[in-house]
């Protein structure tokens, strides 16, 4: 096993988030990719030629986008069908669903097996400390697994007029996630991607927070900042976990983009797969 990728979608048709033609076109376009859509065995297959083992997420923006969900139980399927490659799959609710979004959480936790929950704050147009969350929260808390949130911009809206209507103000750490640390300490936060334009943000938080951690899936390492990669090398080398965001980016290309930054060994090991089966209590 080479790594572990904590934040992998789904590339089969009933796995994949449905969007408007446009905003799929603008995705397409800023990340440079064409959406294909496999068969399970296909998109398994992916996995298994970079040795990688993947944390698969479902979707459900039901409210602010009005399309269909990528659900759960699809999620956990495919965790069941394809053990030796999906490890463990991340559970997604609407969180304006309330608390209809609270008992799917319990459902997805306790009934399928899932290891954590995934929100995606401009898609699904909230603040993370927005008191509607405090409930769910609660309940993640009670159920001791962790939670992962978009940090930072998005390919979703990109290169669009208005960002098609998508709004970047959601997934700042600084307030927003720091808050939500703060008030929750025993909650494990996951803060996903590299947060331009606030990384420093991000820093702070993963300095100043203990329950806070980072996954780096949407981008390549060759486009952090210096002061960021020294960070990834030195003092918080053990809250860095390695994510590809597939399908629209390979874990053979990160991978190899990781191994040419220069990391000691035992670092990249780290970042790579060390981290997360420690961060999150995989077993593998």
Known sequence: MKAIDVHSHLSTLEGSIQYSDEVRKGMEAYYRFK????????????FKEADVKGLIIAWDGEHNLGTP????????????????????????????????AVQEIERSIKELRMMGVKFQGIAQA?????????????TIVALKV????????????????????????????????????????KMKIIMAHYGWPWQDEQIAV?????????????????YFTDSFKKEVAGRLQDKFMFGTDYPVLSPQRLISDYEQLGLKTEVLEKVLYKNALQILNLKV
């Open 69 to 100: 969900k990528v659900p759960n139980d699809y999620v956990a399927k495919l965790c069941d069908k394809y053990p030796d490659v999906f490890i463990g799959g991340w559970c997604c609710v609407d969180p304006w669903k309330g608390k209809m």
């Open 35 to 46: 959406t294909t859509y496999k068969t399970e065995d296909e998109m398994v297959q992916d």
């Open 206 to 222: 993963l300095l100043h927070k203990t329950n806070v951690h980072c996954e780096l899936s949407g981008w390549s390492p060759r």
């Open 146 to 185: 962790p939670v992962m949130f978009h940090t930072g911009t998005t390919g979703i809206g990109a290169g669009s007029p208005g960002g098609g209507g998508f709004k970047l103000k959601y997934t700042r750490p600084i307030p927003h996630f720091d808050d939500v640390a703060a008030d929750f300490p």
């Open 126 to 138: 909230f603040f993370p400390d927005d008191p509607m969350m405090y409930p769910i929260y609660e």
